[in-house]
């Protein structure tokens, strides 16, 4: 059986695209945000990255197989390397308990904890400020994933802590004129490349991000802009064969993006990276989203070279 992916739980996405880069590069941040109000999706993301993250099958890293012990595991609920706390509508204090509990146990080498929360939206300031001790100096081995309906009702300071994300299953149109056509990776990473090349100028770049799915907020653009270039950033590194391809990026991208001439200083692409997690959290701190934007690029283009 050929493996599967975590895009393949929830259908592809910018979330699902950014933790699967993450994976593969090792750069998964310590606690994420999930947002939306699909519960089922976001528990499914949970589950297909407690597989990713411990499957012991022949495959590439970011990969799952579903048919080995550790995979079952997951599936049965047994698996010590995830659990779930909480409920979407509610909270209880003794959830918070059992939540740091487990969190502060050592994981096994090699393995990676998932430690989910449901109904981070109800946080009282006193659970807030226990929760937060925890995520802050993780256990090595442990990612915090913490459930959101909206995030505007969960605190600010489990805001600033986690990288946050909007996660949604993809949607299968019956009728292209109901929906607006989904935009693909390769769309999105044209823009950028578009930008690296110097084809376009940099208040352009800005401007498609931004209006890149019209139905959407610019805030809600912004946020797909940066996630976009977090792929862009990983999908350079893989088309430059530093690490392995992942399957949502088609083979007609990966040549031109081997040659955008970037400087591969894995201290500064860890830093760029690191730094569009900030950013992501300025635009939903209500940060000017075109001037997040317009910064985020701007840091791009300094590590990029003339050919």
Partial sequence: ???????????????????????????????????????????????????????????????????CPSCRQVDSGGSPNIRFFGDSGALNIDTVDQFISYASVKTASGCLKVSVFRGVDFFTDVAADRVLKTIEEPVPGNVFLLLSQNSRRVLSTIRSRAQIMKVERSVTMADPGDVSPAIGPDTSLEVLLDFARANVSLSETVGRLLRMRSQNSPRDNAMAGLQTLALFMNSVLRARGKVSPLACVSLSTEPELARVNFVLDQSRVGLFLDHLGERLKHVEQNVNPELVLTNALLELRRITTHE
């Fill in 1 to 67: 059986m050929s493996a599967k992916r975590i895009g393949e739980a929830v259908g592809d996405s910018l979330a699902t695209r950014c933790l699967e880069a993450a994976l593969v590069s090792h750069k998964l941040a310590h606690a994420y945000l999930l947002v939306g109000r699909d519960e089922d999706a976001k528990l499914a993301l949970a589950t297909a990255l407690a597989k990713s993250g411990n499957c012991r099958g022949e495959h590439g890293l970011g990969e799952f197989c579903d048919m």
